[in-house]
T-cell receptor, first 109, second 116 residues
Framework: RKEVEQDPGPFNVPEGATVAFNCTYS??????FFWYRQDCRKEPKLLMS???SGNEDGRFTAQLNRASQYISLLIRDSKLSDSATYLC??????????FGKGTTLSVSS | EPEVTQTPSHQVTQMGQEVILRCVPI?????FYWYRQILGQKVEFLVS????????KSEIFDDQFSVERPDGSNFTLKIRSTKLEDSAMYFC??????????????FGDGTRLSIL
């Protein structure tokens, strides 16, 4: 089983739609989780950290389910500018972020 | 907003040559990292560095690779004898504190390394 797995998509949604991505991780000892956004051939940009209690930042909501070992990202009211690849990252050991391959989102007008 | 900067943006090198990739982490950050991303693949951890020593390294980070913080601002990745399979985008990242304590890692815009 891969350490971090994501549905590659692509997810094609119209503007204004709500879309959700899931990510599963295999290392039950992982303690820290993050969502990053990556535009084509650019660097990963931090979107949000994921906390046990769940957290929200504007249109974005992240959830962590430790029992089932998955994290999720919900995007409400999708904008054209949300089109990107969304990377899930889990911390292995103390410092190494292990990334999934990413889920591609395409928002159309 | 402070950011991680990397130079050069693109490096083309002959196979077998040495290459040094440079990074200036965010100024008050204490942890530094290198990752790579082969075209079409996922971002992969190479090495982390704290207090002037390697904290953790992956199986990719073999004897051909080394890292150094030669002064108070730069952080470098050296590949001693490059191979074709080293062609990738190399990202430097930094964090204020330990990511295990919740401090996120912030990435530079990368150096595209092309080995001929």
């Amino acid at each position: 089983r891969k350490e971090v797995e994501q549905d590659p998509g692509p997810f094609n949604v119209p503007e204004g739609a709500t879309v959700a991505f899931n990510c599963t991780y295999s290392n039950s000892a992982s303690q820290s989780f993050f969502w990053y956004r990556q535009d084509c051939r650019k660097e990963p940009k931090l979107l949000m950290s994921v906390y046990s209690s769940g957290n929200e930042d504007g249109r974005f909501t992240a959830q962590l389910n430790r029992a089932s070992q998955y994290i999720s990202l919900l995007i409400r009211d999708s904008k054209l500018s949300d089109s990107a690849t969304y990377l899930c990252a889990c911390l292995r050991g103390g410092t190494a972020l292990i990334f999934g391959k990413g889920t591609t989102l395409s928002v159309s007008s | 907003e402070p950011e991680v900067t990397q130079t050069p943006s693109h490096q083309v090198t002959q196979m077998g040559q040495e290459v040094i990739l440079r990074c200036v982490p965010i100024s008050n950050h204490l942890y530094f990292y290198w990752y790579r991303q082969i075209l079409g693949q996922k971002v992969e951890f190479l090495v982390s560095f704290y207090n002037n020593e390697i904290s953790e390294k992956s199986e990719i980070f073999d004897d051909q690779f080394s890292v150094e913080r030669p002064d108070g601002s730069n952080f470098t990745l050296k590949i001693r004898s490059t191979k074709l399979e080293d062609s990738a985008m190399y990202f430097c990242a930094s964090s204020r504190g330990n990511t295990g304590g919740g401090q996120p890692q912030h990435f530079g815009d990368g150096t595209r390394l092309s080995i001929l």
